[in-house]
């Protein structure tokens, strides 16, 4: 196995794994915590070290614009942003996945306005739920970079033709300097190879690549009403099921060229053997309550953490069939729940739970917002604590 | 053109259309068409370079109105220097 160790933040990593990906047209806007990415990025282009088309826009509305229509050209295509610029990209998340389009697009989490904030929460790629992008969470520098080579290959399988988001937490993951093995870039590009359009049927031409190309034109992104539009969405939801065995298979041939693999590619467990109290976390602080359950399960305690790794597609088999015999689960939010049961990864988890035979008690804990930390003492108080409540609370935790 | 619906197995992904454009007629909702009067036509081509709907056609020899693409914007009249071309009901 071929080692190469560097000392990269989060956002670096991810500029990295992008250069090595063979991209063709990144378009971007600045906003903290992501700019250190397209910076970077911007660097290794002017220094020559990868050819690709940086389209430098007024707004990030525009930055998703230009990559939509690169890659109905065909081009392989990345963007990254945080929070009001992921909110002032609403609008064409849905036009990339409703057009099908295998964008990679990093996403450096950090709290909505108002009151303004620069720092972490899942806020902002949460609110992204509905839109049929994929989304990958990732604990570290290291997975930030194997998850973008990851995403490409996920986002332009021909089952899937999705847009594809990889989150790492603002300042925890993006600003912090880690140990990141990367592997050698004939080895990155050979893992991604080239995008390859996929071919549909069109009457009078035949089979044609689903790209903008004068010699067999489309059309993209005609009026669809309600003869036909519940038809694509279908097609969309079929899609998103069909990346399931994808990112598996992916997380797998990783591993081939890599050595490192993330659970299953949905979900990682640890301690879950035997646990009777569980908790999901996903993102920086799954590494915080893992290093809890350790110490815990030192001293004779049944804990388990379940990291989740996609939000979605969500893993509810898997969640379910791996926390078969756990009796108490803590679901760690890190957005708020406005009006709801509770934050999304909750509701997600009472769902799954709903359909199965089992019923643990489910207890929603909603962290972290704005930034605000969650140190370890905070997290062994909610394991000690969890066994003794009722099922369906939900605990603000770190709050004054 | 819609008599035969297809189900979601059996069209393209990402709504990209897979027919053409001209099968779907989409000029039954202008009250007003253009009528071009021939005698004083000057053939200046002004009338098919505006249309924004290429709902005037040049068959090499004359200028021709395709009420069925027209939407009735009346570009065409507004810009026709010999005035050549009316906005007629219907």
């Known amino acids: 196995m071929n080692k190469i160790v560097m000392g990269l933040n989060g956002n670096e990593a991810i500029a990295f794994a992008v250069k090595q990906c063979d991209v063709d047209v990144v378009s971007a806007y600045p906003i903290t915590p992501q700019t250190i990415i397209v910076e970077k990025f911007?660097?290794?282009?002017?220094?020559?070290?990868?050819?690709?088309?940086?389209?430098?826009?007024?707004?990030?509305?525009?930055?998703?614009?230009?990559?939509?229509?690169?890659?109905?050209?065909?081009?392989?295509t990345f963007?990254?942003?945080?929070?009001?610029?992921?909110?002032?990209?609403?609008?064409m998340l849905y036009i990339a996945s409703g057009l099908r389009l295998p964008i990679v697009m990093a996403i450096v989490n950090r709290a909505l306005s108002a009151p303004i904030n620069i720092h972490c929460d899942h806020s902002d790629s949460m609110g992204c739920r509905d839109s049929c992008w994929i989304q990958i969470y990732c604990e570290d520098a290291q997975e930030a970079y194997d998850a973008v080579i990851q995403a490409f290959k996920i986002a332009e399988h021909e089952d899937v033709q999705l847009p594809v988001m990889v989150t790492i937490d603002?300042?925890?993951?993006?600003?912090?300097?880690?140990?990141?093995?990367?592997?050698?870039?004939?080895?990155?590009?050979?893992?991604?190879?080239?995008?390859?359009?996929?071919?549909?049927?069109?009457?009078?031409?035949?089979?044609?690549?689903?790209?903008?190309?004068?010699?067999?034109?489309?059309?993209?992104?005609?009026?669809?009403?309600?003869?036909?539009y519940f038809e694509h969405k279908v097609q969309q939801h079929e899609a998103i099921e069909k990346s399931r065995p994808v990112i598996r298979k992916i997380n797998d041939e990783y591993y081939e060229i890599s050595g490192r693999r993330y659970g299953d590619g949905f979900i990682d467990g640890y301690g879950l053997e035997d646990a009777e109290v569980a908790v999901i976390v996903l993102g920086s602080t799954a590494g915080t309550v893992r290093s809890i359950v350790k110490k815990l399960r030192n001293k004779g305690k049944k804990v388990g953490v379940l990291r989740l790794?996609?939000?979605?597609?969500?893993?509810y088999r898997e969640i379910v069939d791996a926390l078969k015999d756990v009796e108490v689960i803590g679901v760690m939010d890190r957005s708020g729940a406005y009006g709801g049961i509770g934050g999304p990864v909750y509701v997600e988890t009472l769902a799954a739970f709903y359909n199965s035979k089992r019923k643990p008690k489910i207890i929603n804990y909603i962290y972290g917002l704005g930034g605000r930390d969650t140190p370890p003492a905070l997290i062994e108080k909610m394991f000690e604590e969890l066994p003794k409540l009722e099922g369906g609370e939900v605990k603000f935790l770190g709050v004054r | 053109m819609l008599s035969e619906l297809r189900s979601w197995k059996e069209i393209p992904i990402g709504g990209v259309a897979w027919k053409l454009s001209t099968?779907?007629?989409?000029?039954?909702?202008?009250?007003?068409?253009?009528r071009i009067d021939q005698t004083k036509c000057t053939k200046c081509l002004i009338c098919w370079i505006l249309c924004p709907d290429m709902a005037i056609e040049w068959d090499g020899e004359k200028v021709h109105e395709k009420h069925d693409y027209c939407k009735g914007c009346g570009v065409c009249a507004n810009e026709c220097p010999v005035k050549c071309i009316s906005m007629v009901r219907g």
């Not at chain 1, 963007?79 to 609403?90: F, I, K």
């Not at chain 1, 390859?196 to 005609?222: A, H, Q, R, W, Y």
């Open chain 1, 79 to 91: 963007t990254a942003t945080s929070s009001q610029g992921l909110a002032l990209m609403w609008e």
């Open chain 1, 170 to 228: 603002g300042f925890t993951i993006s600003h912090t300097l880690q140990r990141v093995e990367v592997l050698p870039d004939d080895v990155v590009k050979r893992f991604v190879g080239v995008r390859k359009p996929v071919e549909i049927e069109i009457p009078g031409m035949g089979k044609v690549p689903m790209i903008l190309d004068p010699e067999n034109p489309l059309t993209f992104g005609s009026l669809d009403l309600y003869d036909y």
């Open chain 2, 23 to 34: 099968e779907n007629k989409t000029g039954d909702w202008s009250p007003f068409k253009p």
């Open chain 1, 42 to 76: 911007s660097e290794f282009i002017a220094d020559g070290e990868v050819k690709c088309s940086f389209i430098p826009v007024e707004s990030e509305h525009s930055a998703l614009s230009v990559c939509v229509g690169a890659a109905a050209l065909g081009a392989r």
């Open chain 1, 309 to 315: 790794r996609t939000f979605r597609p969500f893993p």
